[in-house]
């Protein structure tokens, strides 16, 4: 059965995730590790062992994307163009 967390069970893990181990925070709110993996996922946050959420590098890419974007909706059709086959390529 999933577990209902309550808004102070929140704050608790937004604010200690990060220095709490994973079984730390399973025996604190007296539940299963994949319900508290879920949750610290969901609140994009990671235990101190690495579980839940773990941020991704940026891919470079992206920001040559959205330069094209930002030019495209700027009416800078050859400036866009050019960020744009830099992607494809």
């Known amino acids: 059965m999933a577990k209902r967390w309550k808004p102070q069970e929140i704050t608790y893990l937004k604010r200690y995730a990060n220095v709490r181990l994973l079984s730390e925070l399973v025996e604190r709110f007296n539940t299963q590790p994949e319900e508290v993996i879920q949750k610290l996922e969901t609140l994009q946050v990671a235990s101190k062992d690495g579980h839940?959420?773990?941020?991704?590098?940026?891919?470079?890419?992206?920001?040559?994307?959205?330069?094209?974007?930002?030019?495209?909706?700027?009416?800078?059709?050859?400036?866009?163009?050019k960020s744009f086959e830099q992607v494809v390529e």
């Not at 891919?59 to 400036?79: C, F, I, S």
């Open 52 to 81: 839940g959420y773990v941020q991704r590098s940026r891919d470079p890419l992206l920001d040559v994307y959205e330069r094209g974007l930002k030019a495209l909706h700027q009416g800078k059709w050859r400036e866009a163009a």
